[in-house]
């Protein structure tokens, strides 16, 4: 596949092998940079306000001097050079590689420095495709990551480190507690399924602000298709009690846990709520799809 990908490079589209970066590059030597990950679908680029808006909070924050709005062009622009309509697109944006004469190790880059923006887009199933939640098992690892998760940093080591101790668990999924709460997944967003006290049910999924979590674009979208969610912090034990368990992400979309720290969860496979919850996303994006082909025919 990577040789016959065409990946962006500082403007440049063209095969992935021939893709070339300094190694002195910041990103390489400190992960100094912000990324965000995008879905395509039948050519429409989902959300990418939510998109550029997000990496630009980071970007910002991280002093990097980068005009994400270039994405509204740049993601069509690639989809069409790998012939792709259905996709999940990789951006990433690092301070750029010191001038000849700049140190090369200094946590102050040098004024100027330009950043390298770099992109790549992979094939994804096409909406008709989401008909039925993934799964997967998942154990709990203590989240130690920096209290900035709200910014898309390309030093995703903490995460890696949290992937592996899952994996070493025999679960293909980290679910990251911090004070005893849940924050997130490696790379998604949890929702869980209670029981309310009054014999019904009620969907939660943690603030952003109370461990400091990514807000997934996802995540947004399903809050508006479900207003009945509540947005509260949810206990490990609740975490464990819970009628259902799922990850919500670009790549994932829904992928329901039926196991936990190795005991089963629920009926041990996706459950009524992340059935519905997929099938009305799946029917949101076939809307917006519909929609974005009927303005462009007009």
């Keep these: 596949m990577l040789r016959s990908m065409l990946v962006h490079l500082n403007g440049d589209i063209l095969p992935a092998p021939d893709a070339k970066i300094s190694v002195f590059d910041r990103g390489f030597i400190f992960g100094d940079g912000i990324y965000e990950g995008i879905r395509a679908f039948d050519g429409w680029v989902r959300r990418v ?86 799964r997967c098992e998942a154990a709990t690892v203590t989240d130690d990551r920096w209290r900035k998760g709200h910014v898309k940093s390309i030093s ?39 029981r309310d006290g009054r014999g019904g049910r009620e969907l939660a999924t943690p603030p952003v602000g109370d461990a400091s979590i990514l807000a997934g674009v996802t995540r947004k979208i399903l809050l508006e298709l479900l207003p ?40 041990g496979a996706p459950g009524p709520v992340a059935r519905d919850t997929l099938a009305r996303y799946a029917g949101y994006i076939r809307d917006q799809v519909a929609a974005a082909t009927g303005a462009a025919a007009r």
């Excluded at 102050?108 to 992979?122: D, K, Q, R």
Aim: glycine fraction near 10%.
């Design 156 to 194: 995703m080591l903490a995460n890696v480190m949290a992937a592996i101790e899952a994996d070493r668990a025999g679960a293909e999924e980290a679910i990251l507690i911090r004070d005893g709460r849940v924050s997130e997944s490696c790379a998604t967003n949890v929702f869980v399924v209670l």
């Design 228 to 267: 009945e969610t509540r947005v509260r912090p949810i206990a490990l034990g609740e975490l464990r009690a819970a009628e259902e368990v799922f990850l919500t992400g670009t790549i994932t979309t829904i992928k329901s846990v039926v196991r936990i720290d190795g005991r089963p969860l629920g009926a």
């Design 49 to 134: 306000d939510d998109h550029i808006a997000r990496m630009r909070q980071g970007l910002e924050e991280a002093g990097i001097g980068w005009d994400p709005e270039a994405l509204r062009e740049l993601c069509p622009r690639l989809l069409d050079a790998n012939g792709l309509r259905d996709a999940f697109l990789y951006w990433q944006v690092t301070r750029g590689t010191p001038r000849p004469g700049d140190p090369v190790r200094t946590r102050l880059a040098t004024p100027g420095t330009e950043p390298s923006v770099f992109g790549y887009c992979v094939p994804l199933p096409p909406v008709e495709e989401l008909v039925e939640p993934g």
